[in-house]
């Protein structure tokens, strides 16, 4: 019927990934480049401070609920 429009004529919404080049660590703001590296410092403390821990026997399994400072459970945080 002409006026109307068929699903196959209207254009797409969704983002089209293939034109989008990858964004690179160094074309990011000098910011952001400080942030992600001081993020990265501290994921990698909080690993060194996890295997300090000893081994716990029989206990809950997975990592350390309280790696964070905070009880942890399923991904969840918890403040007391």
């Not at 209207?10 to 000098?30: G, I, M």
């Not at 910011?31 to 996890?50: G, P």
């Amino acid at each position: 019927m002409p006026g109307y429009t068929v699903a196959a004529d209207a254009p797409s919404l969704a983002p089209k990934t293939d034109e989008q080049p990858a964004r690179k660590f160094e074309d990011l703001p000098p910011a952001a480049q400080r942030a992600l590296q001081e993020a990265e410092a501290r994921r990698k403390e909080i690993d060194a401070r996890q295997q300090e821990l000893p081994k716990e026997v029989d206990g809950r399994g997975g990592l350390e609920p309280t790696r964070y400072e905070d009880w942890e459970i399923k991904g969840l945080t918890v403040d007391f």
